[in-house]
């Protein structure tokens, strides 16, 4: 079993700044990759940021450059540094992680959700 806990999110005027983070807890044996994706009103849900065990990233064209991804491994820990925040920006920001378990077996997280709004 295993929780992915969100905190960090908020409201924010254009051009401000945002930190999110994202704890894994429970029982597992390692994480591969962690990252985040995000949903806006009436849009599908997209990646924002991932980044690998051996710390490669990917970013979506729309935040390379504002947001960085970072993780701390011996914390289970995902952070995503959101600068110069737009009304663009606005969505409920999910954190995701690759799991395995103490057994071998691989499988997807996801955290609850968490609200980032950026007024103009």
């Known amino acids: 079993q295993v929780r992915l806990g969100e905190s960090g999110g908020g409201l924010v005027q254009a051009g401000g700044s945002l930190r999110l983070s994202c704890a894994a807890s429970?029982?597992?044996?390692?994480?591969?990759?962690m990252g985040w994706y995000r949903q806006a009103p009436g849009k599908q849900r997209e990646l924002v940021a991932i980044i690998a065990d051996g710390a490669n990233t990917n970013y979506a064209d729309s935040v390379k450059g504002r947001f960085t991804v970072s993780r701390d491994k011996g914390k289970s820990t995902v952070y995503l540094e959101m600068n110069s925040l737009q009304p663009e920006d606005t969505a409920v920001y999910y954190c995701?992680?690759?799991?395995?378990?103490?057994?071998?077996?691989?499988?997807?997280?996801w955290g609850q959700g968490n609200q980032v709004t950026v007024s103009a």
């Open positions: 995701t992680a690759n799991v395995i378990d103490v057994g071998g077996t691989r499988r997807n997280y």
């Open positions: 429970g029982s597992f044996g390692s994480i591969d990759f």
